[in-house]
């Protein structure tokens, strides 16, 4: 017990984590009568009201978004079933991934021709997608969360003086009150991501899982530890810049389920333009402040530094998935339409597209060499390269790769 308060002591010390000549006692609620500190025992709050936001998520998926998905006439059924078959039910527990290596051995145990297995293969992955009607809701669901919490956001902030001069999150630190809005809006936006955490193992699995999964932990550590140290202003700025451009991403994504694809690519357009407007304008004023004025203002401290060094990786993020939303936009143009799941695509989207292309390359080379020279062989032969040529153009159009990456 006593490593164990040594260690603690040693980490929560305040000559990393406060300015000079302040201890804990200093910000400690009710320290100062002119001043409400930010109480740590609040960070308990953020996990029974994440309880709320999935009792809420759940009623309003049940009862009014998958309705309307249905009355949209989005698909609720599930592809049939794949035969059951013992040693590849197996071998696809070990691995999803089917590659040419592991067909020759699955067709001498089983006595299945390679393209049975392929066929087989492709029904098993696809039995275990969820159908468009679970995506849509999903997304419709961030989608009006993303739109609350940006208002929300925008109305809390409305009358603050740091929402229109950022050096105002340094005036006065550590010493700034914590107003109820200010207070419910962290909560809330706390047991956003507490949920997101928990209900990520039975949403639609997504190729950036476990990115996905650090990126939630990531952002409550930081959200914690700026409320520990009393750094909300500028933590409130940052959860309302982030809030903004998703709101356009999750609406392209559930247009594209509802095959409206024209407004698809209106909403991701904006997207675009919101996105570069608030992470690569907005978002660099208050790194500026942070970086530039707040020296200025502050004695620096190493928490400080901490926070403001992943701030600008966070920067460096942004740019790199501008750089990534910028060639879908570009690729977008080039073939008429917004092709794949934008942003984060399914698990298995783009290895499904991309694994049935090398397949069926692997079948075209096997039927070239066994009909080489005959015309139906090689008539065979053509058609499955074409099907090799759509599934990588598929794979090129998805923009599930790269707009994965467009995460908070």
Known sequence: MEIINKLSGAFWSTQIWLPPNTTWADIAPGSRPDVVHANYKDLIWPIPLAAVVMLVRYTLERFWISPIGKSLGIRSSRPKKAANVPILETAYAKSTRLDNKRLAPLSKQTDMSERQIERWWRLRRAQDKPSTLVKFCENTWRCIYYLYSFIFGVIVLW????????????????????????????????????????TQFFDVKRKDFWQMFIHHMVTLLLMSLSWVCNLHRVGSLVLVVHDCADIFLEAAKLTKYAKYQKLCDAIFAIFTVVWIVTRLGFYPRIIYSSSVEAPRILPMFPAYYIFNSLLLMLLVLHVIWTYMILKIVVDSL????????????????????????????GSARSKAKSNSGGGAGGAETTAIQRKSLNANNHTTESGGGAASAASQ
């Open 159 to 198: 009358d603050k003086p740091w929402f229109w001069d950022v050096k105002s999150c340094w005036y006065g630190y550590p010493h700034q009150s914590i107003s109820n809005d200010i207070w419910w809006y962290y909560m809330i936006s706390m047991s956003f991501y507490w949920s997101l955490t928990g």
């Open 334 to 361: 080039q073939k008429g339409l917004m092709s794949g799941d934008i942003r984060s695509s399914d698990s298995e989207d783009l290895t499904d597209s991309s694994e049935n292309a090398r397949l069926a390359n």
